[in-house]
C-alpha cells in the first residue's frame, strides 16, 4: 500500500494524484517519509541526476529502495549505493523493465535450447530530450543483453547524431563469447513509436514486436505469432520488489547488474 508519495509540487501531477488516489498523502519533504518508521521502502522515479543522492538517503534511513533505470550515472556511485544495501540488509531493486516482459522470458527458454547467435534492437520513438539516450533508453537494451549473453567482450559505436542534443540517434554493435553478436539502433527523432527486437538462433528465427512473440515459418515464409504476453512488465516488475522485500531476501542483482550497465555507458559515451 502507497502512503506518502513525495514531489516537487507541479499542480497538474498534484491534480492527477488528488484524483486517482485520493487517500495517499502528498509531501514536498522527502525527509517526512525518510524518518517515518511506518514506511519501509521507498519507489525513486526522479530526473537521473538525482537517483544517487536519494537513493543514498533512503538506503542510510534503513528503507528498500526501488530506483528506476538508470540506477546512478556513475560506476563509482553505484558501486557506494551496493556498498550501504548491503551494509544495511536493504533490498536495492532497480527498474529495468524489459527483462520482466513475459515474452522476454519466453526468449530466455528459447536461448537454452536453440542458442541465440544474433540478435538486432531497433527502438524510434519522439523525445524525451531532457535525459542521456544512453543512459535513458540505452539502459533498457544493455540489461536484455547481459542477461541473455553475459558482458561483451567488445562495444563498437557505429554512428550518432544530434538534433536537440549531443546524441539522440546512435547505432552500436556488441560483440560477445562464442561468436555472438547483437546490433542496437535508437531513434528518439523519429515522428513514431516502434520497438523491434530480432532474434536469430541456429535453427529459427524470431520477432518480439510489443506484447506479442512471432516465430518465422520456413514453409509458408511468413511470421506467425506464438506468444503474447498477459501482464504488464511494471506489474511483474513491482511484484517482485514487494516478494524480495516479504521473503527478507535482500537482493541487490539488479543493482549489481546497473553498475555493469553504467562501466558499458561509460565507455560508449566517451
Not at 10 to 24: I, M, S
Amino acid at each position: 500500500q502507497v502512503k506518502t508519495c513525495v514531489t516537487t509540487g507541479n499542480r497538474k501531477n498534484l491534480a492527477w494524484l488528488q484524483q486517482n488516489y485520493p487517500d495517499v498523502i502528498h509531501t514536498t519533504d522527502i525527509h517526512e517519509i525518510l524518518k517515518d518508521p511506518s514506511i519501509s521502502a521507498i519507489v525513486i522515479a526522479t530526473p537521473i541526476n538525482s537517483h544517487f543522492s536519494i537513493a543514498k538517503k533512503a538506503l542510510e534511513s534503513k528503507k528498500h529502495v526501488f530506483v528506476e533505470k538508470p540506477l546512478t550515472k556513475t560506476v563509482a556511485e553505484a558501486q557506494k549505493l551496493i556498498k550501504i544495501a548491503k551494509k544495511n540488509q536493504r533490498c536495492l531493486f532497480v527498474g529495468h523493465v524489459f527483462l520482466y516482459n513475459e515474452i522476454f522470458k519466453k526468449i530466455k527458454v528459447i536461448h537454452k535450447t536453440e542458442s541465440i547467435k544474433y540478435i538486432n534492437f531497433e527502438w524510434k520513438k519522439l523525445g524525451t530530450f531532457d535525459e542521456d539516450i544512453f543512459e535513458n533508453l540505452l539502459s533498457h537494451d544493455l540489461s536484455l543483453n547481459l542477461e541473455l549473453f553475459g558482458m561483451p567482450k567488445k562495444i563498437k559505436l557505429i554512428s550518432k547524431y544530434g538534433l536537440l542534443t549531443t546524441v539522440d540517434r546512435f547505432s552500436l554493435e556488441l560483440y560477445f563469447n562464442k561468436n555472438r553478436k547483437s546490433e542496437i539502433s535508437i531513434d528518439r527523432t523519429a515522428h513514431y513509436k516502434k520497438k523491434t527486437v530480432m532474434i536469430m538462433t541456429q535453427t529459427n528465427s524470431y520477432i518480439w514486436d510489443d506484447d506479442v512473440l512471432f516465430k518465422f515459418h520456413k514453409k509458408t515464409e511468413s511470421y506467425k505469432k506464438i506468444f503474447q504476453s498477459k501482464n504488464t512488465p511494471l506489474y511483474l516488475e513491482c511484484k517482485e520488489f514487494i516478494r524480495n522485500i516479504s521473503a527478507k531476501n535482500y537482493s541487490i542483482d539488479s543493482a549489481i547488474l546497473a553498475e555493469k550497465i553504467a562501466s558499458l555507458i561509460s565507455k560508449i559515451s566517451k
